[in-house]
């Protein structure tokens, strides 16, 4: 028996080294993430400019505090709470902070720290030009009272509504004083781990400028220690190598948008890969056909009103996105991202298409076609040519083909559309200089306060658009914070009918759930933002991946009632105008079969007279993979046979 030990016993450690780390943890849940982005321009957090320098920064530091992966509620992070007091003039905003957050190095997170940031930003705000200009504006003083509390004093006649002050501080990150007053220079991008400590859930372990950042979790990060032990954020230089490399395994996810061909594209690329799934959701941009008001016939609102009757948005929109590849865009700037901020009315519930109605208001006008040449001219004899700039062929958005359309339907009412489709430069030169008639142009609202854009005097009001009555709205809007103003201000630019809302894309990403499967998906961001990074067991208490809908969005909006439609546009009453409702109903089955446990959602959702049905089934192995431990061994069994018998035949 003793001859046979050796082979046995070479068998049975080469099988359990070969098991052991899938029997200790099948999942590489465990272990770390690779993400991609595009590079970054610079890693400090008070002075970076581009989201992909947030999106290293915020794994790294934190904020007072946050929103929430619903995009809208905002939420406790190193503050434990707030309040507001007003006080005549004065309003004071005071920071309960929590006392259990320390530094990656150690040392607590106190109210010291909280008022150094603040100082330094306001000391040079056009240097320190990351946070929103909405913490300093109106700040007269900030103190702090203990070590876990901070007091900000306003002038409430300067400062920003509450709702919109306490929202500035999520784009704030609280730097340690300890560390920076040691900096020479506070301003420059940082690249040693030293100087990188933050509170977040992530430590630097190394910085390859253009390349990568290294970052493991932090054990004593107040959530809780992430789910992904490490992070590996590399630079990658384009959405299809990307995509590639989201195909072969390389990288997990990514901050990388597909939309319109691109997405076409990406779904061939992943489509046989049962690793890879790909997170939708809508983006920031509402596309518009602007209208130019400083043209002479588009002066006459009844003019404007008549090419908005003239075009079926619905169906351009259905025929290049289909039913789930855009929401369609509001005829009142702020979509659905927005919830109840957004007055979301689309083209067709209150400008429903009506050719007729549009020949009969261009009668009325007195466009006719004199000539018989199928063509309306100007009431003055001159021939009716309107011209409409776009991007060139090829255009991600089909902007290119979108033009085309809108021209097709403008011509069966006889207007002519010359379309012009122009280089990127070429086109924003003109889009700056107003040189044109109508446009297809794409907007990126970051709060609903982008409002102010069409504002009287404003820099982003490019279109030049003045109303006194809807500045004033619009200025309530944002030192109250009531949605109330930003409802009426909506109003207003839904009854000019001078932007014409068209879509609001739906991007995607791709993602692997080979190795981690916990990804939260944020309608405010990709798969692998802030909250994802955590896992979603961590933020939300169940298993991931968790999606957020278009309809979903929709539902937080304020959606007019049929009465409201019809104030808007008298030309309704009569009429049974379609109104957006949005009902939804979840029901979850849970199934355990030995160490797996499958959820199975099912959701309906009625929007209008549509009725959708949709399971998502989402399996979570729990214990141990034993196909694959068992395969392991045997692959053991194997080694260890061939190692023990040849030890044994040298004896």
């Known amino acids: 028996m003793r001859r046979y030990l050796p082979p046995i016993l070479a068998l049975v450690l080469v099988a359990l080294t070969v098991a052991a780390p899938l029997v200790m943890g099948v999942h590489a849940q465990d272990a770390g993430v690779v993400l991609a982005t595009p590079a970054w321009k610079t890693l400090n957090p008070l002075t970076y400019r581009t989201v992909y320098d947030d999106i290293v920064l915020g794994k790294i530091y934190d904020t007072l505090v946050k929103k929430w992966v619903d995009g809208v509620t905002i939420k406790p992070e190193l503050a434990a709470s707030w309040e507001f007091k007003h006080e005549g003039n004065n309003k004071v905003l005071v920071f309960h902070l929590r006392k259990d957050v320390v530094w990656h190095d150690g040392q607590p997170l106190t109210a010291d720290d909280v008022v150094y940031t603040i100082n330094l930003v306001r000391s040079k705000p056009q240097a320190y030009i990351a946070p929103s200009k909405y913490v300093y504006e109106g700040l007269l003083d900030v103190t702090e009272p203990d070590k876990y509390t901070v007091e900000l004093t306003y002038d409430a006649t300067k400062a920003a509504a509450d709702r919109f002050l306490l929202e500035a501080f999520t784009t704030l990150y609280i730097v340690p004083k300890h560390v920076w007053e040691k900096l020479s220079d506070t301003t420059t991008s940082l690249s040693k781990p030293e100087d990188m400590i933050g509170c977040g859930p992530f430590k630097v372990i190394e910085v390859k400028s ?141 400008y429903p298409y009506n050719p007729d109605l549009a020949k009969k208001i261009l009668d009325k006008l007195g466009y006719k076609d004199v000539n018989g040449d199928g063509w309306r001219e100007t009431p003055d004899g001159k021939p ?187 030309d309704l009453a009569g009429t049974t105008p379609t109104v957006t409702t949005v009902t939804k109903t979840s029901a979850t089955t849970i199934v355990k079969s030995g160490t797996t446990t499958v959820y199975k959602t099912t959701t309906v959702t009625e929007t209008k007279k549509e009725v959708e049905t949709t399971t998502v089934t989402t399996t979570v192995a729990g214990g141990t993979n034993t196909g694959l431990i068992a395969g392991a061994i045997i692959v053991g069994i194997i080694i260890g046979l061939i190692i023990g018998f040849a030890a044994f035949r040298r004896k």
């Open 210 to 350: 253009g390349q990568y950042v290294k970052l493991v979790a932090f054990d004593k990060y107040f959530r809780g220690k992430p789910e992904v032990d490490s992070l590996l954020i590399k630079v990658v230089s384009d959405r299809n190598t990307f995509a590639m490399m989201v195909n072969t395994g390389e990288v997990d996810a990514g901050y990388f948008y597909f939309f319109g061909k691109l997405l076409e594209s990406l779904q061939k690329t992943v489509a046989n890969n049962p690793n890879i799934k790909i997170y939708r959701c809508p983006s920031t941009s509402t596309h518009m056909l602007v209208l130019n008001t400083h043209k002479s016939f588009f002066q006459n609102v009844e003019f404007r009103k008549a090419i908005v009757y003239a075009i079926n948005i619905t169906a351009i929109v259905t025929k290049y996105y289909g039913k789930d590849g855009a929401i369609l865009g509001t005829m009142g700037f702020l979509g659905p991202r927005f919830g109840n901020y957004s007055y979301y009315v689309p083209k067709e519930e209150v």
């Open 384 to 570: 009716l040519v309107i011209d409409m700039i776009t991007r060139a062929p090829g255009d991600s958005f089909f902007r290119d083909a979108i033009a085309d359309e809108i021209a097709n339907y403008l011509a069966k009412v006889g207007i002519k559309v010359q379309v012009e489709k122009l280089a990127s430069s070429v086109y924003w030169s003109r889009w700056g200089k107003m040189s044109y008639d109508m446009a297809i142009v794409g907007y990126v609202p970051g709060s609903p306060l982008a409002l102010s854009w069409f504002t009287t005097g404003d820099p982003g009001n490019v279109v030049k658009y003045s109303n006194p009555v809807y500045d004033a709205l619009v200025s309530k809007f944002v030192t109250s914070g009531d949605p109330k103003y930003a409802w009426e201000a909506e109003k207003i630019l839904i009854k000019e009918c001078f932007l014409i809302g068209l879509y609001h894309p739906i991007v995607a990403t791709p993602y692997r759930v080979d190795k981690f499967k916990d990804w939260v998906a944020s309608p405010v961001g990709l798969t692998a933002g802030y909250w994802s990074v955590l896992g979603s067991k961590l933020v939300l208490g169940k298993a991931g991946p968790v999606e957020f809908s278009a309809q979903a969005l929709i539902k937080n909006c304020h959606l007019p009632t049929k009465e409201e439609l019809v104030k808007l546009n008298p």
